[in-house]
């Protein structure tokens, strides 16, 4: 199974997910912004387009989001496995042509989500056993046409969609690598600073929900391969 990852910062990786995936054939990076997207969109079996601290909207300071929307929405339309976290959710959206904007208010930290019906359906189901997840967003989407919401918080309605079995885009981050977390609060430091996030607080809730977050990562990746057709490479 071939595996192409859109990656916008470099420690918002595929985190737990990365050892499952290459365990079932190569992963490409491509880095937004730097390398171009000259190539075809539905030739990888799977395409991944991870988080950043941009916006999907802000495309006259990063002019790449125009190609990059282009490109994702092209695998969409062939209905290709495409998954996106964050801002790939967003840009997915869209792809998808809904509207991406600020939301109510920014969500950095650890909590609860409450599954749709059909999320419990979902890949997202090993949340509804435990539905503590690590957010790190602050703009939302409207959900795409088409879509099924599959996920919520109390502050920010639209955490999750599928279109289809294969298209699949969450606002959290169920693939963080908590191991890895003092990058994400390195790389964040201004951003923590100007919402006035406690980094220590936020550490030691990362510690505390670690091992519980790196399995339901595992679990929801193998289910999102499954729906999709993948689970057995292609």
């Not at 989500?113 to 409207?142: C, K, N, Q, V, Y």
Request: overall charge negative; proline content about 7%.
């Amino acid at each position: 199974m071939r595996t192409l990852v859109i990656r916008h910062v470099a420690f918002e990786d595929l985190g737990a997910w990365e050892t499952p995936l290459r365990a079932r054939g190569p992963v490409e990076v491509l880095d937004a912004g730097i390398d171009p997207f000259d190539r075809d969109p539905n030739a990888a079996d799977l395409v991944v387009v991870l988080g950043g601290p941009i916006g999907v909207y802000e495309t006259e300071l990063y002019p790449f989001l125009r190609e990059e929307i282009d490109f994702v929405g092209r695998r969409m339309q062939a209905e290709r496995p495409t998954l996106g976290v964050c801002l790939g959710a967003q840009i997915m959206a869209a792809a998808a042509g809904a509207r991406v904007y600020p939301g109510p208010a920014k969500e950095i930290g650890f909590l609860p989500i409450a599954l749709s019906e059909a999320g419990r359906a979902s890949p997202l189901a090993p949340f509804a056993e435990a539905p503590m997840a690590m957010h790190w967003h602050g703009d939302t989407f409207d959900l795409p046409s088409g879509g099924a919401l599959l996920a919520s918080t109390e502050a920010v309605t639209n955490q999750a969609f599928a279109i289809g079995p294969r298209l699949f885009g969450v606002q959290f981050h169920p693939e963080a690598n908590l191991a890895s977390f003092e990058r994400w609060l390195i790389g964040h430091r201004a951003e923590l600073g100007y919402a006035g996030v406690d980094v220590a607080g936020l550490r030691a809730e990362a510690a505390r929900h670690a091992q519980d977050l790196s399995n339901k990562a595992v679990r929801v990746l193998e289910r999102y391969l499954e729906a999709a057709g993948l689970q057995d490479g292609v």
